[in-house]
């Protein structure tokens, strides 16, 4: 699993495991992610719904060490959750690094 | 209230803030009254200077470990050193006594 992870982290450009989808999320948190990465310009996000899958959804926590969901990778780095994204996407720097992808 | 106060006195003990907001918001998320589920905490705190916001937030997370494995579904946080808490507005800490009104 944290193979996997490894592998969807690093192969995409911008990934966020999320609760639900894009178009139907399941968590104000997950659904506010994904509008600020939308706001600032992101492309082509991969949304992986760690609800379809309970080993995804605690490989991620592992992977990470990080307890909560949302989580968002940029050019495989972690970024952080709903939180930091927020405050990165009011700072401005969140539209630079989407930017520079 | 209990796991409010828990996680009142862990962040107060594990990071020395200067100043702890810890807010109940579960009742926004659709969940039985008096549920302590969901909690946005303000921590304004030295300990955060020269720290980026993910090792912050992995900070409270740590001092909450206990709590966000048992019973705290969702935590938001704002996580700032005092500097950044004045220059957002926020109330500042006050300066300590120098003593003068007892001075003769």
Redesign the interface.
Known sequence: MQEKIKNIVEKNKIVIFMKGVPEAPQCGFSAQSVHILQQAGAKNIVAVDVLADPAIREGIKAYTQWPTIPQIFINGEFIGGCDIVTEMAESGELKKTVEAV | MFIQKQIESKLAEGLKPAHLEVINESPM?GVPPGSESHFKVVVVSSLFEGKS??QR??MI?EVL?QE??ESVH?????TLTPDEWTKKGGRGTSPPCLGGSKAG
């Open positions: 998320h916001l993910v937030h992995r997370n470990a966000l494995k969702a935590l938001t946080m704002q």
